[in-house]
C-alpha cells in the first residue's frame, strides 16, 4: 500500500444530474437526494460490479454539489452525487492514471 503522500486523490460522480448515464437513464437532482439519503454508504468499492472487495480505495467525501462542478474535462451539473477517494493501492492507482477506469457506478442491492 502507499502512504498518504504517495496516494491518488479522486473525485468522481456517481449519478449526474439531469443527464443521461451510460443504461440510458436521466435522475433529476430530486431522485439523486432520495436515492443518496436512502442509500447504505459503506466504504466498499469492487472493480465491474464482481462482488470482490478491492483493498486500499478508501471513501473521503460523498456529497450532492450544489454548484456545477468540473471534474477533468467533464461537467457535474448541480444536484448530482459525487465522492472523493483515496487511492493507496499501487495496482488500482495504476489503472486510473492509465485510463483503464474512467469512472464509478452504484452498486446496491434490493
Known amino acids: 500500500m502507499l502512504d498518504k503522500e ?10 449526474p444530474a439531469n443527464e443521461e448515464d451510460s443504461q440510458g437513464d436521466t435522475l433529476s437532482s430530486e431522485d439523486i437526494k432520495r436515492i443518496f439519503t436512502s442509500y447504505d454508504n459503506n466504504n466498499l468499492f469492487e472493480i465491474y460490479h464482481q462482488g470482490d472487495q478491492i483493498e ?18 467533464r461537467m457535474a451539473p448541480s444536484g448530482s452525487w459525487l465522492i472523493i477517494m483515496k487511492v493507496t493501492n499501487p495496482t ?12 464509478v457506478s452504484l452498486s446496491s442491492t434490493v
Open 6 to 15: 504517495e496516494a491518488l486523490y479522486v473525485k468522481a460522480c456517481v449519478i
Open 56 to 73: 486500499g480505495v478508501s471513501l473521503l467525501e460523498n456529497y450532492i454539489n450544489k454548484a456545477r462542478e468540473t471534474i477533468g474535462d
Open 92 to 103: 488500482i492507482k495504476e489503472m486510473v492514471l492509465s485510463h483503464e477506469f474512467e469512472g
